[in-house]
């Protein structure tokens, strides 16, 4: 069966820094991946997603994330934090098998620091 | 292009009454699926439908949750007799195929709380 694991419920940057949010997942087929953002009192929003094609995805609002098969991860970066991207984010996976059902982490928020 | 709708986003109900929560996926989408969010959790997977068909229901709790997507209308989550551990955010997403891989669109959800 498929899962997500986020390393860190909660992570501060200061404006300005290196954004890693991690995202390891379990799948006993290729996966698909995806990073959601969520702000407060709203729905989901996709930040980017990874179908098997370039390992390296890039995504909006100068978000990206490596898909690294051997470490079996999917972390979410941006080289320079800006005040706007405090949120929650969610990683999830799904693949061929389990199609239609998405797979959830417990989110990581982020805070970031003027 | 308006995006996936949810009504109403608050909704107050007390123990033993019934919840309606109401989802219009985007326009040319006919695959549905529900999330719960539990506070401080993630999403988890609920039901997943097509017009008038119920594909996936492996994630609903056996008792009190029902829904449906009729050939006219939104699609409805309807919880009986509602229960405090009810009370969390309820998404709905959809997307325009049901074959991986491709990408669910969320509304902004619907926030229930029972007193």
């Known amino acids: 069966a498929q899962s997500v694991t986020q390393l860190g419920s909660h992570v501060s940057v200061s404006e300005g820094a290196l954004v890693l949010l991690r995202c390891n997942y379990s799948s006993s087929v290729p996966p698909y991946l995806f990073w959601y953002v969520q702000y407060p009192n709203q729905g989901l929003q996709l930040l980017l997603k990874?179908?098997?094609?370039?390992?390296l995805v890039k995504g909006i609002n100068g978000f990206e994330a490596e898909f690294k098969k051997s470490e079996t991860s999917f972390h979410l970066t941006k080289p320079s934090a800006h005040m706007s991207d405090a949120a929650e984010y969610f990683c999830?996976?799904?693949?061929?098998?389990?199609?239609?059902?998405?797979?959830f982490g417990t989110g990581t928020s982020l805070t970031v620091i003027p | 292009n308006a995006g996936v709708m949810q009504n109403p986003r608050h909704l107050v109900r007390r123990r033993g009454q019934e919840a309606r929560l109401r989802c219009s996926p985007m326009k040319g989408h006919s695959h549905v699926y529900w999330y719960r969010q539990l506070p401080e959790e993630g999403l988890k997977f609920m039901v997943y439908?097509?017009?008038?068909?119920?594909?996936?229901e492996s994630g609903m709790p056996k008792e009190r949750f029902s829904a449906e997507f009729p050939k006219e209308g939104p699609s409805i989550l309807r919880i009986q007799q509602v229960v405090r551990g009810d009370s969390a955010a309820y998404f709905c997403?959809?997307?325009?195929?049901?074959?991986?891989?491709?990408?669910?669109?969320f509304g902004p959800g619907t926030r229930l709380t029972v007193t």
């Open positions: 439908l097509q017009k008038e068909n119920i594909i996936d």
């Open positions: 997403a959809s997307s325009p195929s049901g074959i991986a891989p491709y990408e669910q669109y």
């Open positions: 990874y179908t098997s094609a370039a390992t």
């Open positions: 999830a996976v799904s693949d061929q098998r389990s199609g239609n059902q998405f797979y």
